[in-house]
T-cell receptor, first 111, second 115 residues
Framework: KQEVTQIPAALSVPEGENLVLNCSFT??????LQWFRQDPGKGLTSLLL?????REQTSGRLNASLDKSSGRSTLYIAASQPGDSATYLC??????????FGAGTTVTVRA | DGGITQSPKYLFRKEGQNVTLSCEQN?????MYWYRQDPGQGLRLIYY???????QKGDIAEGYSVSREKKESFPLTVTSAQKNPTAFYLC??????????????FGDGTRLSIL
């Protein structure tokens, strides 16, 4: 059974610092890896999706890397802003409809 | 404006009562999903449907039921058999077919509590 772990569970940084969020998974037979953002009391918003054949994906200040062999992904957020404060979740699956989610990392960016 | 609408935002269940959570999407997506989120845990899949009139159990289907009579709608019933229903419930949808590798889109959730 796929297990997805996100460490740390919470992170607090001053504005302007780069954020590094980690995700590890136990089964490397994945279809893709997705990073989501969740604001308090809200649903999830897709940030980046990395196909299993890709090594990284970029969108604006966000960059996500994928190392299938070691079962790891890292989400980098450059020059953090208070608006980046949220919970970030990663998810993997053997296909595109049965995802396994990590518990998330809650980020606070201090102004 | 395309999206997923979940209602109600808050729901309270009495002992022995069944309650139904609504999920409607106007994204023309074939696949729809129901997840449960508990504090400090990742989302867990309850049921999913890849096409109208068909649905499959996820990892924690016991005590829940669904129907998929229309493409736009995927209601979830939390039955009295679900002994610990207090959680945040999220509905999602995604397209099927080309292009593959499309992310799931989520609604804003329903928070269910026991009275």
């Amino acid at each position: 059974k796929q297990e997805v772990t996100q460490i740390p569970a919470a992170l607090s940084v001053p504005e302007g610092e780069n954020l590094v969020l980690n995700c590890s998974f136990t089964d490397s037979a994945i279809y893709n890896l997705q990073w989501f953002r969740q604001d308090p009391g809200k649903g999830l918003t897709s940030l980046l999706l990395i196909q299993s054949s890709q090594r990284e994906q970029t969108s604006g200040r966000l960059n996500a890397s994928l190392d299938k062999s070691s079962g790891r992904s890292t989400l980098y957020i450059a020059a953090s802003q208070p608006g980046d404060s949220a919970t970030y979740l990663c998810a993997v699956g053997p296909n595109d409809y049965k995802l396994s989610f990590g518990a998330g990392t809650t980020v606070t960016v201090r102004a | 404006d395309g999206g997923i609408t979940q209602s109600p935002k808050y729901l309270f269940r009495k002992e022995g009562q069944n309650v139904t959570l609504s999920c409607e999407q106007n994204l023309n997506h074939d696949a729809m999903y129901w997840y449960r989120q508990d504090p400090g845990q990742g989302l867990r899949l309850i049921y999913y449907s890849q096409i109208v009139n068909d649905f499959q159990k996820g990892d924690i289907a016991e005590g829940y039921s669904v129907s998929r009579e229309k493409k736009e709608s995927f209601p979830l019933t939390v039955t009295s058999a679900q002994k610990n229903p207090t959680a945040f419930y999220l509905c999602a949808s995604s397209p099927r077919g080309l292009p593959f590798n499309q992310p799931q889109h989520f609604g804003d959730g329903t928070r269910l509590s026991i009275l």
